[in-house]
């Protein structure tokens, strides 16, 4: 399956604690996007990167929040020092820069975060 | 500000019967409006989508309708089956500009095919 994928699917951690999330997006497409999403919600933007470049970040992404794209491939989303408002399911996204375009947004499975 | 509100909540449909769901923007600079299936445990998947420049786009048994003075775009799904039960979000995005801004997601609609 060539499909975004995401790990870890689960996590559960301590209030405190520091949890990374990694996404592998599409291997053709150069853009990639981190959401949120609370039970009962649509997705709510974070940030998103072309290519290795991090081009925007939602006000959603406090100063706990760290993303990165590493020569442009994969992403990985850092929360430091979780709080339990943290709690949620982080999707990743990626897509293709059509010229001015934005083509169609694939979404992974996501990783749901626990935080006790 | 950009926003996109979402009714119904949640619907009970029929087998057989028409789902329909609204949605209503505000920013104006918003140009693609895209239409997202999520199964319980699933990503959304993209379902159906409108520029507009049409006021109508049908795809089988998936049809967005959209009214752009009124600022306005509803998803209808006929001959609704239960297969279709799932939560439906609609989004936004000032898409052909270029703009940086991701999707701006409605809340959802939690729809059951009742067989």
């Known amino acids: 399956d060539t499909g975004v994928s995401q790990d870890p699917r689960h996590k559960i951690t301590k209030r405190g604690q520091n949890v990374t999330f990694r996404c592998d997006p599409i291997s053709e497409h150069n853009r990639l996007y981190w959401y949120r999403q609370t039970l009962g919600q649509g997705p709510e933007f974070l940030t998103y990167?072309?290519?290795?470049?991090?081009?925007?970040k939602s006000r959603l992404l406090s100063d706990r929040f760290s993303a990165e794209r590493p020569k442009g491939s994969f992403s990985t989303l850092e929360i430091q020092r979780t709080e339990q408002g943290d709690s949620a399911m982080y999707l990743c996204?990626?897509?293709?820069?059509?010229?001015?375009?934005?083509?169609?947004?694939?979404f992974g499975e996501g990783s749901r975060l626990t935080v006790l | 500000q950009q926003q996109v509100k979402q009714s119904p909540q949640s619907l009970i449909v029929q087998k057989g019967g028409i789902s329909i769901i609204n949605c209503a923007y505000e920013?104006?600079?918003?140009?693609?409006f895209p239409w997202y299936q999520q199964f319980p445990g699933k990503g959304p998947a993209l379902l159906i989508a409108?520029?507009?420049?049409?006021s109508e786009k049908k795809e089988g048994r998936f049809t967005i309708s959209f009214n752009k003075s009124a600022k306005q775009f509803s998803l209808h799904i006929m001959d609704s089956q239960p297969g279709d039960s799932a939560t439906y979000f609609c989004?936004?995005?000032?898409?052909?500009?270029?703009?940086?801004?991701?999707?701006?997601f409605g809340k959802g609609t939690h729809l059951i095919i009742q067989p």
């Open positions: 990167f072309q290519n290795e470049a991090q081009l925007e």
């Open positions: 920013n104006t600079a918003f140009d693609y």
């Open positions: 989004a936004a995005t000032p898409y052909s500009g270029g703009g940086a801004d991701g999707l701006t």
């Open positions: 996204a990626s897509s293709s820069m059509l010229g001015r375009s934005t083509g169609e947004l694939f």
């Open positions: 409108i520029r507009p420049d049409v």
